[in-house]
Each structure stands twice: as structure tokens, then as C-alpha cells.
């Protein structure tokens, strides 16, 4: 039986978490206190960090979702996000189509791909050390992005959006298309959530993450199950793709930060957490846009870093803790 202590003390590592966390913000306080900060950068930084935050976290989910089935680390996620945009270019560049209407193309496309990955290339690396795992995957990444290069060469391609009016909220602005990707990003990532936890095959999913032979034993394919989750992990940065086309450029390596943001999601909100993913993308793209604010000159990515850091060191589970498939 689990004891509770009585002796009025807070546990050490609750107290060290307490401590770190009020240094941290000590150290925010005083660094607000030496910058000539104006209160609209700083609603300008929350509002552009949650707009971000949002399309972080739906590609975390799909990240932390083919971890918490197929416990496989897939370094290939971003590259997988880049291919979608460049689907998505193409379809506006030859088929004048509108940008966010290729999302009925370049997602069922990318849900084609991940199947045929997985099914054809990383299956033969389940139950292998994880290592073979990341190389395998980091490998396909380096495919995609060369492939990329050769094909489209290293020059950016942008897609303009000529409709919809900023959104101005205490003097920041919100451009259209960003407010557009923050809203279907968060449908998206509802729908998601909604069909792991409301439909049979969402339930398959969730009884193989939790234990492959069980589902076995009430007669689960869990092969094809890990062919169908892999394939809607990846088409869901196929949506993100989609989203960001029309306010971020189209490069090969476009996808490489959003691989290493959404593995400081997924870590933030713990291994294998949906939820989790969706909230640490949210709180990431805060962090993201704050710490540039509070260290001029900097890259943005450093307070993430920090961040990261202090999460593997004093809670690695997780915000969220466990799988919550």
C-alpha cells in the first residue's frame, strides 16, 4: 500500500520542479524588466505563438500517434510534411487550384504514401533495436529531401493568398491564412481525437498501442492496424502541409525544424499522448514566440531548447505522462 507522508514536507522532486520553475520566472521577470518591451510585441508574440502553436501540434500528433502504436521514432516526419507541400505547389502551379482546396488531394496522397512505407519499407524494422529503427527512418528522410532537390531544385516557391483581411487583436495582426491554418488545425486535430476514441477503428488503434497480442487474441490484424495508423500519422502532416503552403515557403529542408519542434512536442506532452501533442504544440509555439522576445538576437528555437532540457530533467514522462493513444 502506497503511504502518504505526513510529515508536512513537499516531496524533493516536486520541490526541485517548484524551485526551477520560479527561477525560471524570475529570470523572465527580470529580463522583461531590462528590455524596453511594449505591450503590443508581447500580445503580438502570444497571438502569432498560438497560431504557430496549433499547426505544431497537429503534426505532433500524427508524430506521437505512429510512436504510441508502432513505437517507432520517425525521423522522416518532416521530410514527409515537405512533400507535401511541394504536392500541394504543384496542384496550384499547373491546375490553378485553390491552395486550401488540394488538402481533398494531398492528404488521401500522403495517407497512400505512409501506407506504402510502412507496409513496404518499415515493417521489416518492427521489433528491431531502435536504432534501426532511426536510421532507417532518417535515411528516408535524406531520399525524400535529395529527391526533392533534384527535382525542384533549391530555389523557394511561395503560394500567395490575395483574400481575407488581417485579424488585429490590441494592436498585433493576424494575417488570414495564418488564422485559417490555427482554426482547421484545431478541427483536425478534434477529428482525430474523435475518431480514436469514438469509432471501431479507432478502437483497433488505440487496443494494439496498449497491447499488440491482446488485440491479437480478439482478432485484430494488428499488421494491417499498423499500416493504417503509420498512414494516417503521416497524413496528417500532409493537412499540415496544406495549411502552411500559403505563408511559408517551399523549400527541401522546409520540413527539418518541423521535425525537430514536434519531437519537443511530443516530449513536452509525453510519449505517445494525443492530447498531450496537441497542448504541447500550443504551449511550444508560445514559448517559441516569447523567447524571441526576450532574447533579441537570438535564434527562437533556444528558449524551446531550454525548455526541452528542463522537461527531460525534471518530468521525462511528460506533461501528460503515459500513453493516451
Do not use: C
Not at 521577470?29 to 524596453?36: F, K, Q
Request: glycine residues 12%; positive net charge; proline residues 4%.
Amino acid at each position: 500500500m502506497t503511504q502518504v507522508p505526513v510529515s508536512g514536507r513537499m516531496p524533493v522532486p516536486a520541490a526541485r520542479t517548484v524551485a526551477v520553475v520560479v527561477a525560471v520566472l524570475a529570470v523572465i521577470v527580470w529580463r522583461m524588466s531590462t528590455l524596453t518591451v511594449t505591450p503590443t510585441v508581447i500580445v503580438q508574440a502570444v497571438l502569432t505563438g498560438l497560431l504557430a502553436g496549433a499547426v505544431y501540434g497537429l503534426v505532433a500528433m500524427g508524430l506521437t500517434l505512429i510512436f504510441g502504436v508502432l513505437e517507432i521514432v520517425n525521423f522522416a516526419h518532416g521530410a514527409l510534411l515537405t512533400l507535401g507541400m511541394y504536392l500541394g505547389f504543384l496542384l496550384v502551379d499547373r491546375f490553378a487550384m485553390n491552395p486550401y482546396a488540394t488538402i481533398l488531394i494531398v492528404v488521401p496522397a500522403l495517407f497512400v504514401i505512409g501506407a506504402a512505407l510502412q507496409a513496404g519499407v518499415l515493417n521489416r524494422a518492427m521489433g528491431q533495436p531502435l536504432e534501426n529503427q532511426l536510421l532507417l527512418t532518417f535515411g528516408v528522410a535524406i531520399l525524400i529531401e535529395n529527391g526533392l532537390l533534384l527535382t525542384f531544385g533549391a530555389t523557394p516557391r511561395s503560394v500567395g493568398v490575395t483574400f481575407g483581411a488581417p485579424l488585429r487583436v490590441l494592436g498585433a495582426v493576424a494575417s488570414f491564412p495564418r488564422i485559417i491554418a490555427f482554426v482547421a488545425a484545431l478541427v483536425l486535430a478534434g477529428a482525430l481525437y474523435w475518431m480514436l476514441q469514438r469509432t471501431k477503428v479507432g478502437t483497433a488503434i488505440r487496443a494494439v498501442g496498449q497491447n499488440a497480442r491482446g488485440a491479437a487474441l480478439v482478432g485484430i490484424d494488428a499488421r494491417r492496424i499498423y499500416v493504417l495508423t503509420f498512414a494516417v500519422g503521416v497524413s496528417t502532416v500532409g493537412a499540415a502541409a496544406v495549411l502552411v503552403l500559403p505563408f511559408l515557403r517551399t523549400e527541401p529542408t522546409t520540413g527539418a525544424s518541423f521535425t525537430i519542434i514536434a519531437f519537443v512536442v511530443v516530449v513536452l506532452g509525453g510519449l505517445g499522448n494525443v492530447i498531450g501533442a496537441l497542448v504541447g504544440g500550443l504551449a511550444i509555439g508560445l514559448i517559441q514566440q516569447i523567447g524571441g522576445v526576450l532574447l533579441p538576437g537570438q535564434d527562437n528555437l533556444m528558449a524551446v531548447f531550454v525548455v526541452f532540457l528542463l522537461t527531460l530533467f525534471l518530468r521525462p514522462q511528460g506533461l501528460f505522462g503515459g500513453r493516451a493513444t
